[in-house]
């Protein structure tokens, strides 16, 4: 488990009065909204990453926008840190407490404001799930486009926070493309409206994505897309997992967008056809799941050209689904992945790289290498069209030292991305996590111009603190440790 | 053209805050009819330029600011690819920086995508002179604080744009453009987002005179079949490269200042009395007419838009819509977080800025 206030990491921790803080915070809100006991603030002390845990000083649950300005202004005027948290199914400890701060839960702020079938837009506030717009929008043969795989639970709050994708990146973007505007409290608890057609800088863009550094945002304004009316899948084999991630950019290369590019290697398809029996072909060495949307003539004809690309790129067999069921199934598959892969081992670890299509090859042996030296298997399920790897590294927590050596490997599989021109983290955000690798992404002049952006917008630094940024001190001191690596590459 | 002039930019740059020089950054100068001139001295980037990076099965292409869009488009061309914005090259003049800086973007940006939804990654000249890189060459990267997409649209005043990626997208096997007679905008938009529902390949949509033109992109058979569905005639697909590039005769009337006015698309037309051309389908509107600045300001705003002032030689009224009040303090704050000196392009877009 890991250490909740680093030194390095952190700035010293405030002094907080508990007791007036509790006081202050219930005197805003329904005391059954304010948590303070161990007990009650144990379901609270991780998100999704629950390698990492801690207990902050108090739990809010508001059912207001107004409460949520009310514990903003309490915070900002004692100095109190406050961390937002949707549902907590974020995968970097972007929501992991603060332990002399505040854990703002936004999860009862759940309606569905306005869906304006006209201007297809939708009108939420923070914890209304993902999924629940798409179905509540569907009376009107609409749907909202970003589909994380955690869609059931996770909040359109912390998809802004995070900048969420999914597997339909490719086509129709990620959060920030789908979102028209925001309302938002500052850290000193007024409210902003930022995008539309609001004049001046795209602080809309900026904030998405910000993993709640900047403001706690209570009310969201989505695009809604039409339903598209034709929809085919296709599900190819391959027995090489490199000859896989050359037809994915051969696909691109024809000219084609689809809608979903993903990708599975034997150990993730394995376990996800044991677990959901999607008709998988167990004996391939990876598959690609390839979907194409839009207008009737215009899929029959992407079809085609793709079938064509993966008869020439070497595929094993190729499946067209026949029917929306087995397209669910298809796709049931891949959306259990994690869950499935999960049962093969006590423990996994889920990384979240990006990286040039051209490389997946490359970096997929590079990940092999890696598996062995270190003796921890990698299940590979990922949105290849979008070149967004998510490595699954499995190991057991029990065995002492065991996740040191996970995150050890996981921060070289990152190092990896950064290396052949990727990123660190393509959708589920830096949080507490990849704290350490933003200093190899980042030099010390970015690293400070992002510190100077946060400095401006919030200039107390309540929001969400040691996360996201390193501070200076500490980027130094892990390139300095990088330097000796522990365990020798073959 | 391939020049690398990032150290003498950078020079430029240590040198304006030791002598408190002000300094306005020039591209190709296409856009010098709408805009303030920032205040100081000329700091071009034209000579800055050249592809640095073009992979076509990445869809993703780096280049220098000072590079044309008009060497940009010719070298996708060649790969079959396009930008989605379809931002104008106005000639050979309007530069990657420059347009990326305007956020300048033509009739298909508002279905394949507008230049902030497709800016990946930049490098850039803050005011403390230092080189920054931020984004990169990767469809998705959470990394950070979106720092490239902020400085779209962004006018030059947080800092010098040195080099952008941005995704491209597959050219369109077919195209055709179809010109069908329309009473009104009501009925034009009513018309064109009925086959938006219908999933039909529309990728670009625009209004006026009476007659509404729509742009289908798709495969051969798709585009073929069209015309006998939705009737009206086929005319050339040429007209969207004069609306990008401002050259239709609407925007020759030069007696009667121009604005441009980004609305939600659904937007009645306004009561605002003179002549209309309405792109986008529906959610960027120019007008000519007498109506004063406030009135079309306040219209606009009440409608949940803005509107911006095509300059006339005159810079009596401010270019853009003013800034919602409680954002004031947040662009002072984030000008000073990029440009402590405030050497950038000062008040070419609000004062004090």
Same mark, same amino acid.
């Given at each position: 488990?890991?250490?909740?206030?680093?030194?390095?990491?952190?700035?010293?921790? %405030?002094?907080?009065?508990? @007791?007036?803080?509790?006081?202050?915070?219930?005197? =805003?809100?329904?005391?059954a909204s304010v948590l303070c006991s161990r007990e009650a603030m144990k379901p609270f002390e991780c998100d999704g990453l629950v390698s990492y845990r801690n207990m902050p000083l108090a739990v809010v649950l508001p059912e207001t926008v107004e409460q949520v300005q009310g514990v903003l202004k309490i915070c900002s005027k004692l100095g109190v840190p406050i961390v937002a948290r949707g549902a907590g199914t974020g995968l970097s400890g972007g929501a992991l407490p603060c332990s002399n701060g505040v854990l703002l839960v936004l999860s009862r702020l759940n309606q569905i404001l306005e869906i304006d079938a006209e201007q297809r837009c939708a009108r939420v506030q923070p914890g209304v799930s993902n999924l629940a717009v798409s179905v509540a929008a569907e009376l009107h043969g609409l749907y909202y486009a970003p589909d994380?795989?955690?869609?059931?639970?996770?909040?359109?709050?912390?998809?802004? %926070?995070?900048?969420?994708? @999914?597997?339909?990146?490719?086509?129709?973007?990620? =959060?920030?493309?789908?979102?028209?505007?925001?309302?938002?409290f500052t850290a000193a608890g007024e409210l902003l409206e930022i995008g539309g057609a609001n004049a001046g800088l795209d602080i809309l863009a900026l904030v998405i994505g910000s993993e709640g550094m900047l403001g706690v945002v209570v009310e969201i304004t989505l695009k809604l897309l039409v339903k598209p009316p034709s929809v085919s899948t296709l599900l190819a084999a391959f027995d090489d997992v490199e000859v896989a991630g050359q037809v994915v950019a051969d696909i691109i290369a024809a000219g084609v967008v689809p809608a979903g590019l993903e990708m599975m290697d034997k150990l993730a398809l394995t376990a996800a056809e044991d677990f959901a029996h999607a008709g998988y072909p167990r004996d391939a060495a990876a598959i690609l799941l390839v979907e194409?949307?839009?207008?009737?003539?215009?899929?029959?004809?992407?079809?085609e050209v793709v079938q064509k690309v993966l008869a020439a790129g070497g595929a094993t067999q190729v499946r067209r689904a026949e029917n929306e069921a087995q397209r669910a199934l298809f796709w049931k598959g891949r959306k259990c992945a994690f869950p499935a892969v999960g049962r093969l081992s006590p423990d996994?670890?889920?990384?979240?790289?990006?990286?040039?299509?051209?490389?997946?090859?490359?970096?997929?042996?590079?990940?092999?290498?890696?598996?062995?030296?270190?003796?921890?298997?990698?299940?590979?399920?990922?949105?290849?069209?979008?070149?967004?790897?998510?490595?699954l590294i499995l190991f057991n927590a029990n065995n002492p030292g065991e996740f040191a050596r996970v995150e050890e490997m996981g921060g070289k599989i990152l190092e990896k991305c950064i290396a052949v021109g990727g990123a660190i983290t393509g959708e589920h955000g830096v949080g507490r996590e990849k704290i350490n690798q933003m200093a190899v992404q980042f030099s010390d002049a970015e690293i400070a111009q992002f510190q100077a952006l946060k400095d401006a917008l919030d200039p107390a630094g309540i929001l969400n603190p040691g996360k996201n940024i390193p501070t200076l001190k500490r980027c130094q001191e892990y390139r300095a440790i990088s330097q000796c690596a522990s365990v020798e590459l073959a | 053209m391939d020049r690398d002039d990032t150290a003498a930019?950078?020079?430029?740059?240590?040198?304006?805050?030791?002598?408190?020089?002000?300094?306005?950054?020039?591209g190709g100068g296409s856009k010098q009819f709408m805009?303030?001139?920032?205040?100081?001295?000329?700091?071009?980037?034209?000579?800055?330029?050249?592809?640095?990076?073009?992979?076509?099965?990445?869809?993703?292409?780096?280049?220098?600011?000072?590079?044309?869009?008009?060497?940009?488009?010719?070298?996708?061309?060649?790969?079959?690819?396009?930008?989605?914005?379809?931002s104008p090259g106005f000639g050979a003049k309007a530069t990657l920086g420059g347009t990326v800086a305007s956020s300048f973007c033509g009739p298909r940006a508002a279905f394949a995508g507008s230049l902030r939804d497709i800016v990946l990654g930049c490098k850039?000249?803050?005011?403390?002179?230092?080189?920054?890189?931020?984004?990169?060459?990767?469809?998705?990267?959470?990394?950070?604080?979106?720092?490239?997409?902020?400085?779209?649209?962004?006018?030059?005043?947080?800092?010098?744009?040195?080099?952008?990626?941005?995704?491209?997208?597959?050219?369109?096997?077919?195209?055709?453009?179809?010109?069908?007679?329309?009473?009104?905008?009501?009925?034009?938009?009513?018309?064109?987002?009925?086959?938006?529902?219908?999933?039909?390949?529309?990728?670009?949509?625009?209004?006026?005179?009476?007659?509404?033109?729509?742009?289908?992109?798709?495969?051969?058979?798709?585009?073929?079949?069209?015309?006998?569905?939705?009737?009206?005639?086929?005319?050339?697909?040429?007209?969207?490269?004069q609306l990008s590039n401002l050259e239709l005769p609407f925007f020759a009337d030069s007696a009667r200042p121009l604005w441009r006015l980004n609305l939600p698309a659904t937007t009645p037309?306004?009561?605002?009395?003179?002549?209309?051309?309405?792109?986008?389908?529906?959610?960027?509107?120019?007008?000519?007419?007498?109506?004063?600045?406030?009135?079309?300001?306040?219209?606009?705003?009440?409608?949940?838009?803005?509107?911006?002032?095509?300059k006339d030689g005159s810079d009596k009224i401010a270019t853009f819509q003013p800034l919602e009040s409680n954002l004031v303090r947040w662009h002072q704050q984030l000008k000073l977080a990029f440009d402590p000196h405030r050497l950038f392009n000062s008040d070419v877009m609000y004062p004090d800025l």
């Open positions: 488990m890991k250490q909740a206030h680093d030194p390095l990491l952190d700035t010293a921790l %405030a002094d907080v009065d508990a @007791g007036q803080l509790t006081a202050a915070l219930q005197a =805003t809100m329904p005391s994380p795989s955690s869609q059931i639970a996770c909040s359109i709050g912390g998809n802004v %926070a995070e900048n969420a994708g @999914g597997v339909h990146c490719l086509k129709y973007g990620l =959060t920030v493309h789908n979102i028209i505007s925001l309302k938002l194409l949307d839009g207008y009737a003539s215009e899929v029959d004809a992407d079809v996994y670890y889920c990384m979240d790289g990006t990286i040039p299509r051209h490389t997946i090859g490359e970096v997929l042996n590079y990940i092999n290498t890696l598996s062995a030296a270190y003796q921890l298997p990698v299940a590979n399920v990922f949105h290849a069209g979008d070149g967004n790897l998510h490595p | 930019l950078q020079q430029r740059v240590v040198a304006a805050i030791a002598a408190q020089q002000k300094l306005s950054i020039a805009l303030k001139a920032g205040e100081g001295v000329a700091l071009s980037i034209a000579e800055h330029s050249g592809i640095t990076a073009y992979n076509p099965t990445e869809m993703v292409l780096t280049a220098r600011a000072g590079t044309t869009i008009a060497e940009i488009e010719s070298v996708l061309l060649e790969q079959s690819q396009m930008l989605p914005s379809e850039l000249l803050n005011g403390k002179g230092e080189v920054l890189s931020f984004g990169g060459q990767v469809l998705k990267n959470v990394a950070g604080y979106d720092i490239s997409r902020l400085l779209v649209g962004s006018y030059g005043i947080l800092g010098v744009l040195l080099e952008v990626s941005i995704k491209v997208v597959p050219r369109p096997a077919a195209e055709i453009t179809l010109a069908v007679e329309k009473a009104s905008l009501q009925q034009a938009l009513a018309f064109s987002n009925k086959l938006i529902c219908a999933a039909l390949p529309v990728s670009a949509v625009c209004f006026y005179d009476g007659l509404m033109r729509l742009r289908i992109s798709g495969n051969e058979a798709t585009v073929q079949s069209l015309p006998a569905a939705l009737g009206g005639e086929v005319v050339s697909n040429h007209f969207w490269a037309v306004l009561a605002l009395e003179g002549s209309w051309l309405t792109d986008c389908n529906g959610a960027q509107r120019w007008y000519r007419g007498p109506e004063c600045a406030e009135k079309i300001r306040s219209l606009c705003h009440a409608a949940g838009g803005q509107a911006m002032y095509i």
